[in-house]
């Protein structure tokens, strides 16, 4: 019977991994979930929930369709370990136009919450190419109080305002987006002008 060197090495690595993995104590791993407060700044963006905005200028309306929202615990481990050292949990939304297929600028809204640590939580919207960094740690901890705001003659109790640090250039880049738990992305101003609230 013979065996090349090349397959020899194949079988020999994939029993070391399948060794490794098997070998994992997951029992004894950490595990960070998120908050039940973290959790629910996600609530607004459940499997195809559509959020639609208005241009009061304009009249146009934008509508996006949440496509993926997906909540898992997952392993993070080192480049150079199988076994992982602790597990995060996240959650992820994607939202596309529902109304026509938009552009690099505006076709997208992305949410991403997740644990990364046993203190630490980190938070992202994304529209197009413009990210935009949540505070969702010092918001739920009160260190960081909301105010209401009325938009469109609608008025939120308490709402979150942050600007993005984009360079792009375009006079639809995001510059200022407006959040609440309760509704998730109630308001977008783009650099050049356009305010687009939510219907």
Not at 21 to 27: L, M, P, S, V
Not at 47 to 76: P, W
Not at 155 to 169: I, K, N
Request: proline content about 4%; hydrophobic content about 35%.
């Amino acid at each position: 019977m013979r065996f090349h060197l090349g397959s020899s090495l194949w079988v020999s690595l994939v029993v070391v991994i399948s060794g490794c993995k098997k070998g994992c104590d997951t029992d004894a791993v950490p595990q960070y979930p998120l908050t039940d407060g973290q959790r629910a700044w996600s609530v607004p963006y459940s499997k195809d929930a559509v959020l639609r905005f208005r241009n009061a200028s304009t009249g146009y309306v934008r509508s996006y369709r949440v496509t993926t929202a997906e909540n898992k615990m997952d392993g993070v481990s080192s480049r150079y370990q199988v076994c992982p050292q602790y597990y995060r949990e996240y959650s992820w939304h994607l939202l596309e136009r529902s109304d026509s297929t938009g552009n690099s600028e505006n076709k997208e809204l992305k949410f991403w919450v997740s644990t990364a640590g046993p203190t630490r939580v980190q938070a992202t919207f994304a529209i197009g190419s413009t990210t935009v960094e949540v505070p969702l740690q010092e918001i739920e901890d009160e260190t960081q109080i909301l105010s209401p705001a009325t938009f469109a003659g609608h008025t939120y109790p308490a709402v979150w305002g942050g600007t993005s640090s984009t360079l792009s250039s375009g006079s639809q880049v995001v510059v200022m987006l407006y959040l609440t738990k309760a509704d998730g992305l109630i308001r977008f101003e783009e650099r050049g002008g356009m305010v687009w609230e939510r219907l």
